[in-house]
């Protein structure tokens, strides 16, 4: 009987600001999200948010700050816009992006234009599936931001704004309860509205019917997509980069290393990831649009114009085991290359669905 | 005595009711999905014996099958699924791992004697009036690199790979993707296999080397190493017509 009486009693009320560190109450703040509704592009794939983590005006607004906030990198002199700059539709237009020591990454910045519409795996190896997953990586990446979580988000709950956005993004009750996680929600939500193309002279074109391609972009466009005449050249590139994001569902070995067993390329790409031979020197292929703003081109950056990419493709790429088999070489002239390039001209949209949102709050 | 008598028939009647639809019984089936070559797994980059000195390396495998059912002694059709996606270049990428199927589990199939198994190779032509921007992310529809905008079609099947040559010392990479509504086709395989609340397999193998038999001989895939042509449909009719010789269903 005592026993039962003991089990009837409430647990002793903790208090956690005995205990936890930096805090801070937050109830005081309201709480009230806002849901967000992105209005699809034509053609576009349905933006999915992962069913926790829906948009909203908060916690949009909340990764919107942190992604420009160098708070997240250990010395705070790099954020996530160093390496996604908005005015390279999210890339930084180097090679390889350099870290907060200026020691150089393994590989390009990929752009995030339409990220959220990559439901097939991020980075160019395809090593993560979603946005959330993504945000943690770069922060204790020894080259990117050398940080570590928990300094991070000590950072973060001392600050004199954050806790109060996370709480409107959140519902958090006090600082103690920032966390990681919830860090990189936020900054996935911002990503997921990161969207342009509708203001593309192709989109104008294909799908608003207000303009037409001159002769050379419309060659160029046949090249690009192989419409099936036997009779006509095609340069195939819409074998991987297809669709309206004009990006690749998987991932393929385009040649660009010779190797006749994979032991001499110095990047594995996918196979990196997988381990598997038929992976090995297969990367992502990146989105097309704004291309002529996101140079240099492939994983490594090593081609500075969308000529020598162009050139690449022509030759045929070199021997590999695993190279696609649509990468051969194209017998392309020098015109059918200019109309490529000049196709390629007409998905660059230097404007952004949701222009505030995406923009510098800092 | 006679309420009595009354009250046993109706109970028994009421017993005799509920045990005869309380019996009737479910059972599971599986799918399985196996590549070989011959007599031998079908793993990505192997290479394998072909015609006149040659041998043949996959690196793409990959098709839809759709309207898959089975049809009962009864002349009755059980519908299993309405598309999936046969992706061998996932899975057969090492010789281990092409040793597991590709397998869809399918529960509460009612009991019977099933003597066949039908489905379609590619996708029906209502269906193929969709495009991936109509399907959520999951699933395999969804994926652009599935779709051909200019054929207005999805991609049917997909078979890649090298054919290489020891004495000629040459390697020639070949495609054959198959699309459009006139290569859609539907086969239907016997089977033997009863339902009766227990988990029944069926397993399907698809031999790559009978796909690309072309009568006695082989395609000549060393003269047109390639096909994406809508207006040759011929040599993707082939491929396709030959999942009817390439199957085996145990």
Known sequence: ?362 | MKNTTLFTFIISLTSLILLSTGCKKEGSINLNFNAVYGDEPLVMLESYPYTDGDEINFTVSDFFVSNVYLTDSDGSRVDLTDVELIDFDAQNVTAAMAQTPISFSFPSIESADYESITFSVGLDAETNLTRPEDYTPENPLSENTRYWGPWESYIFARFQGNLINPDLGDDIGWLFHTGKDDVFRTFTYPLDKSIDDNVVDINIEIDHQELFKVGDDYMDIRSKPTNHNPQDLEPLIIITENFSTAVTID
């Open chain 1, 1 to 362: 009987m005592g026993l039962i009486l003991l089990s009837c009693n409430n647990d002793p009320i903790v208090d956690p600001s005995e205990f936890v560190e930096n805090y801070r109450d937050l109830t005081e703040v309201e709480y009230s999200p806002t849901a967000f509704v992105v209005d699809n592009l034509p053609e576009f794939l349905p933006l999915i948010s992962p069913a926790d983590n829906p948009l909203t005006v908060q916690g949009i607004n909340l990764g919107r700050h942190l992604f420009y906030d160098p708070i997240l990198s250990a010395d705070s002199t790099m954020s996530c816009s160093s390496c996604h700059s908005p005015e390279l539709a999210f890339t930084d237009g180097l090679a390889k992006s350099i870290g907060i020591d200026g020691l150089p990454t393994q590989r390009s910045s990929m752009s995030l234009l339409n990220i959220g519409y990559n439901y097939r795996g991020l980075f160019w190896d395809g090593r993560v599936t979603t946005l959330e997953e993504q945000a943690l990586l770069p922060i204790e990446d020894e080259i990117e931001f050398h940080n570590t979580w928990t300094k991070a988000v000590s950072d973060l709950q001392v600050h004199s704004v954050y806790p109060t956005l996370f709480r409107e993004a959140f519902g958090i009750d006090h600082t103690g309860e920032i966390t990681k996680e919830l860090a990189a929600k936020a900054i996935a939500q911002f990503e997921r509205i990161i969207i342009s193309g509708g203001n593309s002279k192709f989109n104008k074109v294909i799908f608003d019917n207000t303009l037409a391609f001159t002769d050379q972009e419309r060659h160029g466009f046949d090249l690009f997509v192989d419409d099936g005449d036997e009779d006509a050249l095609d340069a195939e590139c819409s074998h991987c980069h297809s669709g309206q994001l004009f990006m690749g569902d998987e991932f393929a070995n385009n040649g660009l290393d010779s190797t006749a067993d994979f032991s001499n390329l110095i990047d594995l790409g996918r196979g990196g990831v997988t381990g598997y031979n038929v992976d090995m020197g297969k990367f992502k292929a990146p989105t097309l649009r704004n291309i002529t703003l996101t140079g240099p081109y492939m994983h490594d950056g090593r081609f500075a114009s969308l000529d020598e990419v162009i050139d690449h493709y022509n030759s045929g790429g070199a021997p590999s085991p695993n190279k696609d088999q649509n990468i051969r070489p194209l017998g392309l002239s020098e015109y059918d290359k200019e109309s490529l390039i000049v196709f390629l001209q007409t998905l660059t949209d230097t404007t952004y669905k949701y222009p505030e949102l995406v923009s510098n709050p800092h």
